[in-house]
C-alpha cells in the first residue's frame, strides 16, 4: 500500500517537474521567436500637450473668482 503510494508521489512530481521544465522552454522559444514574426508596426510615441499660455490661465482664475463671488 504504502509503495503504491510512493509511486504515485514520485509520478506525479515527475509529471509536474516535466511540465514545468516544457513549459520554460516553449516561454523562452517564444519569446525569441515573437519578435521575427512580429507584422504590427510600432506605436508613435505620444505627443506631449501644447502648454497653455499664462493670459488663458490668468483669465480661467478670473472668470473662477468672479463665479465664486456671485454664488454667495
Known amino acids: 500500500m504504502i509503495q503504491q503510494g510512493l509511486v504515485l508521489l514520485v509520478a506525479g512530481m515527475g509529471i509536474a517537474i516535466l511540465f514545468l521544465f516544457v513549459l520554460s522552454v516553449v516561454t523562452t522559444l517564444m519569446s525569441r521567436l515573437v519578435p521575427y ?19 488663458n490661465e490668468d483669465e480661467a482664475v478670473a472668470a473662477a473668482i468672479a463665479i465664486a463671488a456671485s454664488r454667495q
Do not use: F, T, Y
Open 37 to 55: 514574426i512580429n507584422v504590427l508596426p510600432d506605436p508613435e510615441p505620444k505627443k506631449p500637450a501644447p502648454k497653455a499660455a499664462a493670459g
